[in-house]
């Protein structure tokens, strides 16, 4: 009997052993859930250089800057001819009755008078040029405050455009920066799912209390949490470069929630 019974009790133990490796084996997901997670996050972008030249193309501000540029050009090219305005040619004409007198004298007579009225054309052809002190005295201070607007103007579109530039950097790196985070979190969220997922069914059986079970549940949406504020953080540093590059970074494995 006390042989039939070891017999009995090793063919248990090994039925109960069988058990809990199926149910081991049942509980590993085939599919591991970071893989699809990681892909919202990955993508590739346009390099540096690209997204700054069409950044600087699209700026409004770099555009008005340029603008001026062009005026204050036109206006040192105006100052520079503006002498010509004091040297001209004037022409009159004019059609009506005109009243002549002419007078003719004869050597030992007395002078004669003549009156006449006539319907004629006159006309008068001139050539003029002044030389007002001032212009003379002031030409080369007008053109030398002509010219230091014109390098103003040139100098502050220069600035804006290194403004631009600089904000693209301090953008691309900051999306790099959002892009990884959320990869991690990403990768965080997949392993504590796949973990859910063992606790779970090991609650199921009975292998775990309730507090433990309810701790890793917590954990688990703390993770998931974290994970959709890193990929919010990173959709929205996505957009906001987009925005200033002037064109949209396509993705086909990007899922935006609007």
């Known amino acids: ?44 972008f346009p390099p540096l250089n690209v997204i700054m030249d069409s950044a ?51 050597v030992g007579q007395s002078t004669t008078l003549l009156s006449s009225t006539n319907r004629q054309l006159n006309y008068g052809v001139g050539v003029y040029i002044k030389l007002p002190l001032y212009d003379v005295l002031n030409r080369k201070t007008q053109i030398k405050q002509a010219r230091a607007e014109m390098d103003g103007a040139i100098d502050l579109a220069q600035s804006q455009t290194n403004e631009v530039r600089q904000m693209v950097i301090k953008l691309y790196e900051e999306l790099l920066l959002k892009q990884k985070l959320a990869y991690i979190k990403s990768q965080n969220l997949g392993s504590a799912m796949v973990n859910k997922e063992m606790v779970e069914k090991q609650f199921h059986n009975g292998i775990i209390p309730v507090a433990e079970y309810v701790r890793l549940t917590d954990m688990t949406a703390r993770i998931q949490t974290e994970y959709e504020i890193a990929r919010s953080e990173f959709v929205q540093a996505k957009k906001m470069l987009e925005e200033v590059a002037g064109f949209s970074f396509k993705n086909p494995q990007m899922k935006e929630t609007k």
């Open 1 to 44: 009997m006390k042989h039939l019974s070891k017999i009995t009790l090793t063919i248990l133990l090994c039925c109960t052993a069988a058990l809990l490796t199926a149910q081991n084996n049942d509980s590993i997901p085939k599919k591991n859930p970071s893989d699809s997670l990681a892909k919202e996050t990955v993508m590739d």
């Open 56 to 106: 600087v193309k699209h700026n409004a501000m770099v555009a008005y800057r340029n603008t001026e540029v062009d005026v204050k050009t036109a206006n040192l090219e105006s100052q520079r001819t503006y002498w010509l305005r004091n040297l001209g040619v004037q022409a009159d004409s004019r059609y009506g009755t005109f009243d002549n007198l002419s007078s003719s004298a004869v």
